[in-house]
């Protein structure tokens, strides 16, 4: 039996992923970092049906000694490093926290894997927005990074360290850079379940309006749970390498709202108010992944069309609000 250990389980892909490799017969470990909320850590663990699947243990990315201790009792044979502060907008409140626990965090679980476990096969979740204000149209693994909020040059740190540890160690360390990808168990912050929530309150009579920032922004949007089967595929390779994962599409915010609005027999128009303070300080126009490599050397390609993704959360988010739910 494989064992792998996730860090950021608890979060939307940890737990597609986890679900995954539970799936294929992994023993599954996850490092979890306890706090105030700890009584809903297991929240989407939970909604997805593999809480009782899986081993936790209490860790934190920014404690090397906890990585150590965590990885010297699993003995994992995989290691997927999800783990980080992951909401764009927070990392210019809280910059020297991002790059703690994004940038220096990754660091922390290669350092810890070279130290007492180096033959274990690691993945960074590396980002889009390393890229930032995009050097291409299409944006592919030789493509310029250029990040712009601290999480991206967070991240950017985290994949270079990845880069750096497999070259100069001769680790099996892999950068996934995923575009973005949504799905039922995406944080409440995040501008998709934002609107998504929104849609269902509004359609239940709760609210009359949804606030939103810059809806002219284009993302290149999958579904998760395509996403974290990249991640697997990306460790089961000989040798180890970088890939972006994208579905090779581009949508505005605006469009992703229609989308939503429509499923409910509803017009955005009527619903949503541009809010200036939830613009960004620099924003990223666009993005637009090339999966080129990915569906070549892997075999991948994103499945779910970004319209059945968006049906699927605004039909979750309904459920949950009728029922009094919160993720």
Known sequence: MKVALITGITGQDGAYLADLLVSKGYAVHGLVRRSASADVVNTRLKWIGVDEKITLHDGNLTDLASIVRIVQAVKPNEVYN????SFVKSSWQQPLLT???????????????RM????????????SEMFGLIQAERQSEKTPFYPRSPYG??????HWMTVNYRESFGMHASSGILFNHESPLRGIEFVTRKITNGVARIKLGLDRELRLGNIDAKRDWGHA???VEAMWLMLQQ??????????????????????AFAHVGLKMDDHVVI???FFRPAEVEVLLGDPAKAKAALGWEAKTKLE???REMVDADLVRVKNGMTL
């Open 82 to 85: 999800l783990g980080a502060q």
């Open 153 to 158: 040059v967070a991240k950017l740190y985290g």
């Open 99 to 113: 790059g703690q626990v994004t940038g220096l965090g990754a660091a922390n679980v290669l350092e810890a894997l």
């Open 225 to 227: 749970r395509d996403y």
């Open 275 to 277: 809010d200036p303070s």
């Open 308 to 310: 059945d993704l968006v």
């Open 238 to 259: 000989e040798k180890p390498d970088d890939y972006v994962i994208a579905t090779g599409r581009t949508v505005s915010v605006r469009d992703f709202c229609k989308l």
């Open 116 to 127: 007492v476990a180096p033959d274990a096969r690691y993945y960074q979740a590396s980002t």
